[in-house]
């Protein structure tokens, strides 16, 4: 656990009520250092599964494997493609799936380990087929029709202006420093914008082509047919 502490305080005096909170001077922190589990294999070959679903509408996800906070710049390169691929209301999903999709979300989050890019499109059962084809033809545009330089700028200034405002407050800050101490080192926070901008267009293709390849794509469908839930059923939320 990583405790951050940001604003006009007085760090030695901070210092000295966490570790009377947590007891960072007593047995706990004697205790042996975590060792991570190996990282899982992509899959090498598409997976694909139909679920009957307690819903009134269908789901299509597709996931593809993503680097982890030490591979750069394939890190950055792939913050960016997701932008690209999800930027309400200009990205290439939104664009291709108007008026087909109910909600539609690609998200990738930055992991010690490999981690995972995933789509996430919400629709009417008849179009679910139509749906999964449009996504995967998205996926494999980003390498067959690569972002141009104008589009790839866009990106990388929308991106900039995302993070620039989640570090506006002090909770912003503490959160990025504490996120990024955890996974890797806080440093990561405070270079990010460089390490963004430092990405060229060749970089962000060859990461499109390392990661996005169909064959270690992994599909959910839910297709209502199901159980109705205790819950209502959930929703994709785009207003962000």
Known sequence: MTVVVAGDVNPAAVEKQVRKAFGADGPASKAAPFTPPAPEKACQTPRREVIPAPFTTGFVGVSFPAPAVSD???????????????NNPYGRLPEALKGKVGGIQASFTTRRQPGLLTVVAQCDPALIDQVEKAVKDEMRRLVTSPPTDAELEFTRRQLAGHYALENETFGGQANSLGFYASIDRWQFAVGYLDGIRKVTRDQVIATAKKYLDPAQSCTIILRPGGTRPPNPQPRIDTST
């Open 72 to 86: 750069q710049p394939d890190v950055y390169a792939m913050d960016l493609l997701v932008t690209l691929l999800e």
